[in-house]
């Protein structure tokens, strides 16, 4: 009995150990469940990214598992049917023993078969959530798969309706880049000439020309006759200093200067043995006698140098050069009459390039120059508005570096200064939004699959635009400039221009301009839609 008692005591206190791992067992247990579900919650947060590293776990422990089946197989290869029998007797013989236990013995495997299959549950339960979780996962799986093949259909469905929208679109043939090379060819020999002619002169100094406007930025509102602008930067004679001066009237928007022509002694270069007298501190008389006149004299208004004389003066000396140039040869000069720039076409019979010289004075060693080119149709001859032509072109020229070969922003651009043409909206406003969205969006998504999306997105800029009455400036005042455009402080730091002023202060304009939009957008809708 002493015994039996004993016997018993000893299992009550294993019975309690039990009860505590199990109680420590179910707490684990839900312990794991919440950790399940934050980890649920997470991954349908993380699904895309924690299913490819999921796929690509599963692939190797199935390509570990597979090379070790193989090299199992491959060490097995020699095993032969007694070794598989010694096997099968050794699993019965282990059985027998089982059966031959004494009671006591049973009474305890009965209470340890209670708690393995406590055990057993509780893992069954783990891999059934294992189990759960990668049919979830598999799930998962499928949508991804489902979603971009979605995700194929709609690029494809859209690369081929911005493809049928193009073929809808005439658009104008011409070789840009072959007009561009042949302009800069003849801006360079002309530039030769130009040195030479004016070398002892005290006209001003022509530098090398730039490409500017929309044929050097790779797109033309015209069907035909493109305009291949240059501005040629000038810098002072001998003698001679430029001084911009800010006109009063362009304190407000943007900025009109006038250029002040300053004489400065040379006495220094006369003593040095320099063929020049001193405009200043030689007698008139003398300066009429053995010198040529002063630029003062001979391209200014007062002290100011005036842009028509100066219009006038390019188109003197192109039509002087010409003759001596190579191209002449083969070419047949047209000039057209001057005001703010020098205009001419030239012609061989198949082929035909109409050129505009602009000229103007650099501020500084920014992209910023005081040009010819007007804003308004009436303005002062001494009147130079400020140009940020240069720095425009470095825009397009930054952005062509970068965009994917197929990229269509300067067909979206081209088709929209079409579209309004005769409509009221200037070709400069829809390139000003075109830059601002170039800006703002990335440049591989004006891809051909992207271009109704794309045009859409200038029509409802021009829309907003419109309704609001604002649309800034693209150069003044935008700090976030792609580096290698140089601004001046100044227009670094002005604040925004707003180029739909007018409609602000006048209700008729703004008006007019809205119903001058409802017109453009429904001409695009009826391209769209292939209405005529």
């Not at 057993?120 to 059934?128: I, S, Y």
């Not at 033309?220 to 493109?226: A, L, M």
């Not at 920014?366 to 720095?391: G, K, L, N």
């Not at 020229?397 to 309004?420: E, G, N, V, W």
Request: aromatic share 10%; glycine share 6%.
């Amino acid at each position: 009995m002493e015994v039996r008692a004993k016997l018993q005591e000893e299992e009550k206190i294993r019975l309690e150990r039990e009860v505590e791992q199990l109680v420590l067992v179910k707490q684990g247990l839900l312990a794991w469940g919440d950790l399940l579900c934050s980890a649920w919650q997470h991954w349908q947060l993380w699904a895309p990214a924690g299913l490819l590293l999921l796929l690509l776990a599963l692939w190797y422990m199935w390509r570990k598992g597979s090379l070790r089946r193989e090299e199992q197989g491959e060490g097995h290869d020699g095993v032969d049917e007694e070794e598989v029998e010694n096997v099968d007797a050794y699993e019965e013989d282990a059985g027998n023993e089982d059966e031959g236990d004494s009671d006591m013995e049973a009474e305890e495997d009965d209470s340890d078969d209670g708690h393995a299959e406590d055990v057993d549950n509780a893992a069954a339960n783990e891999e059934r959530d294992a189990a759960n979780e990668v049919g979830n996962e598999a799930a998962n799986a499928a949508n991804v798969n489902d979603v971009g093949n979605q995700v194929e259909e709609y690029r494809d469905g859209a690369d081929n309706f911005g493809r049928i929208i193009m073929e809808r679109i005439q658009w104008p043939v011409w070789d840009l880049q072959e007009g561009r090379m042949w302009t800069r060819s003849l801006m360079e020999h002309f530039a030769i000439y130009f040195r030479r002619v004016l070398s002892n002169s005290f006209y001003p100094v022509l530098q090398g020309a730039i490409g500017v406007g929309s044929a050097f930025e790779g797109w033309s509102p015209r069907e035909q006759d493109v305009v291949y602008q240059v501005l040629i930067p000038m810098t002072p004679p001998r003698g001679h200093s430029f001084h911009l001066e800010l006109g009063t009237a362009g304190q407000r928007r943007l900025r009109n200067f006038r250029i002040r022509v300053q004489q400065e002694c040379t006495c220094t270069s006369e003593r040095q043995g320099e063929n020049m007298l001193c405009f200043l501190h030689h007698p008139e008389e003398e300066l009429r006698r053995h010198q040529d006149p002063s630029l003062l004299h001979s391209l200014c208004t007062g002290s100011y140098l005036d842009v028509e004389k100066t219009a006038r003066w390019f188109y003197q000396l192109v039509r002087a050069i010409w003759p001596a140039l190579r191209e002449s040869h083969h070419w047949h000069l047209v000039l057209l009459p001057p005001r703010h720039s020098c205009q001419f076409k030239v012609t061989n019979g198949r082929e035909s390039y109409r050129i505009e010289m602009l000229f103007g004075v650099r501020q500084g060693n920014s992209d910023v120059f005081v040009s010819s080119q007007p804003r308004q149709a009436h303005t002062s001859s001494t009147i130079w508005p400020e140009s940020y032509a240069v720095a425009e072109m470095k825009f397009f020229r930054y952005i062509a570096r970068r965009a994917p070969p197929d990229s269509l922003h300067l067909k979206c651009l081209q088709f929209f200064t079409r579209l309004q043409l005769g409509l009221g909206f200037s070709t400069y406003t829809i390139k000003t939004i075109v830059m601002h969205l170039l800006s703002i969006l990335p440049v591989s998504q004006w891809r051909r699959r992207h271009f109704v999306r794309r045009l859409m997105d200038i029509s409802e800029s021009l829309r907003t635009c419109v309704e609001m009455r604002r649309l800034n400036h693209f150069i003044v005042g935008n700090q976030r400039l792609p580096e290698g455009i140089r601004l001046p402080p100044e227009v670094l730091m002005a604040r925004s221009c707003n180029l739909f002023h007018d409609l602000v202060m006048d209700p008729f304009a703004h008006s007019q301009a809205m119903s001058q939009y409802v017109d453009l957008h429904h001409w695009f809708k009826r391209i769209l839609k292939n209405e005529q």
